[in-house]
T-cell receptor, first 112, second 112 residues
Framework: GENVEQHPSTLSVQEGDSAVIKCTYS??????FPWYKQELGKGPQLIID?????GEKKDQRIAVTLNKTAKHFSLHITETQPEDSAVYFC???????????FGTGTSLTVIP | KAGVTQTPRYLIKTRGQQVTLSCSPI?????VSWYQQTPGQGLQFLFE???????NKGNFPGRFSGRQFSNSRSEMNVSTLELGDSALYLC???????????FGPGTRLTVL
């Protein structure tokens, strides 16, 4: 089955700096890669996603890049704000059975 | 549109008991997936239902079961609870036209 690895497990940045979280996947059949943000006591919230026919996608301060050849994808958050502090999960999926394989999460702390 | 709702939000049970959790998907969504989230194992896929049929199943024992009703609402049941079943149980819904999943707030199950 698919194996998704995520790094780093914790990340602290100063407010205004950029944060980068990286994930690798093992199954070349995976074709959908969402990123979720989870705040304490809440369910994961989709923040951005990318499909395998696209190399990069941006939404305001958030961007995701995908390298299919190397089987890795990254989340980039620019101009970080304290409200960006949360746990971020990457995931990979490749079938209509909607089975997502999740990374182990990155706890991001933005220091004011 | 209302989001994914899960009931109850918190449950305390004792070993050997059984429990039923409920999930109402976003209106119009026919796919419901269930995940177990624990600090040690992260987010793990349990199963996915579409149009009242289980389409996909993760690697969990038969004590974990689910079903989906004609209105797309879903329930999952865990029988003969063990201490290790303590976790946040998340459900996610998606439409039949996309694999994007939207998560509910989860049900926090504690087994004593």
């Amino acid at each position: 089955g698919e194996n998704v690895e995520q790094h780093p497990s914790t990340l602290s940045v100063q407010e205004g700096d950029s944060a980068v979280i990286k994930c690798t996947y093992s199954d070349s059949a995976s074709n959908y890669f969402p990123w979720y943000k989870q705040e304490l006591g809440k369910g994961p919230q989709l923040i951005i996603d990318i499909r395998s026919n696209v190399g990069e996608k941006k939404d305001q301060r958030i961007a995701v890049t995908l390298n299919k050849t190397a089987k890795h994808f990254s989340l980039h958050i620019t101009e970080t704000q304290p409200e960006d502090s949360a746990v971020y999960f990457c995931a990979a999926s490749h079938n209509t059975g909607n089975q997502f394989y999740f990374g182990t999460g990155t706890s991001l702390t933005v220091i004011p | 549109k209302a989001g994914v709702t899960q009931t109850p939000r918190y449950l305390i049970k004792t070993r050997g008991q059984q429990v039923t959790l409920s999930c109402s998907p976003i209106s119009g969504h026919r796919s419901v997936s269930w995940y177990q989230q624990t600090p040690g194992q992260g987010l793990q896929f349990l199963f996915e239902y579409f149009s009242e049929t289980q389409r996909n199943k993760g690697n969990f024992p038969g004590r974990f079961s689910g079903r989906q009703f004609s209105n797309s609402r879903s329930e999952m049941n865990v029988s003969t609870l063990e201490l290790g079943d303590s976790a946040l149980y998340l459900c996610a819904s998606s439409s039949e036209y996309t694999d994007t999943q939207y998560f509910g707030p989860g049900t926090r199950l504690t087994v004593l």
